[in-house]
T-cell receptor, first 113, second 113 residues
Framework: ETGVTQSPTHLIKTRGQQVTLRCSSQ?????VSWYQQALGQGPQFIFQ???????GRGNFPPRFSGLQFPNYSSELNVNALELDDSALYLC????????????FGSGTRLTVV | AQTVTQSQPEMSVQEAETVTLSCTYD???????LFWYKQPPSRQMILVIR??????QNATENRFSVNFQKAAKSFSLKISDSQLGDAAMYFC??????????FGTGTSLTVIP
């Protein structure tokens, strides 16, 4: 059974640039969620995808967007990067339903300079 | 709005001793799920234990157990016989049928040999 794989592990971008982060979900999991974890904070929900459709979104601006593919892998895109976007971005997959816990990836550390 | 509060930013425990991490939450829902996640320096969030709100019995997983007080909206984690490998950030999380997780700000646990 494979876990959740995220790429890249680290990334440095310049303010104003665009970035794409990738996530391969655990085998059999049909729901993918993305979280932003600022230094010293708990993860904050960005959005969630189920069957290629966004079905939940946190308090993040539209320049944060995503995709889910038929194989349930996912991408997080961030446009017009700001310094405050520097954080650990965590992808998590699960089965649908609130009683299921997430399986998390190890995250992508994004630094915006 | 759902909120999760962890009032202990840092805790320490002697190896083989017992430690309790505190968590409170706020919700108007009656059915929901509570989780404790561990985040070691490797960054990957690992599920420690899960509790269904409709169950009176406290969840237990080996050395980890919870004290769930629904009326008080309290959900503490007890780690017995602490081991060096237990050192990590611990996050309390709430999940309702909206599927989104709400995380606390975390407690950093140090295990002293």
């Amino acid at each position: 059974e494979t876990g959740v794989t995220q790429s890249p592990t680290h990334l440095i971008k310049t303010r104003g640039q665009q970035v794409t982060l990738r996530c391969s979900s655990q085998s059999g999991h049909n729901t993918v969620s993305w979280y932003q974890q600022a230094l010293g904070q708990g993860p904050q929900f960005i959005f969630q995808y189920y069957r290629e459709e966004e079905n939940g979104r946190g308090n993040f601006p539209p320049r944060f967007s995503g995709l889910q593919f038929p194989n349930y892998s996912s991408e997080l895109n961030v446009n017009a990067l700001e310094l405050d976007d520097s954080a650990l971005y965590l992808c998590a997959s699960s089965l649908t339903g609130p009683n299921y816990g997430y399986t998390f990836g190890s995250g992508t550390r994004l630094t915006v300079v | 709005a759902q909120t999760v509060t962890q009032s202990q930013p840092e805790m320490s425990v002697q190896e083989a001793e017992t430690v309790t991490l505190s968590c409170t939450y706020d919700t108007s829902e009656s059915d929901y799920y509570l989780f404790w996640y561990k985040q070691p320096p490797s960054r990957q969030m690992i599920l420690v234990i899960r509790q269904e709100a409709y169950k009176q019995q406290n969840a237990t997983e080996n050395r980890f157990s919870v004290n769930f007080q629904k009326a008080a909206k309290s959900f503490s984690l007890k780690i017995s016989d602490s081991q060096l490998g237990d050192a990590a950030m611990y996050f309390c999380a709430y999940r309702w049928f909206g599927n989104q997780f709400y995380f606390g700000t975390g407690t950093s646990l140090t295990v002293i040999p």
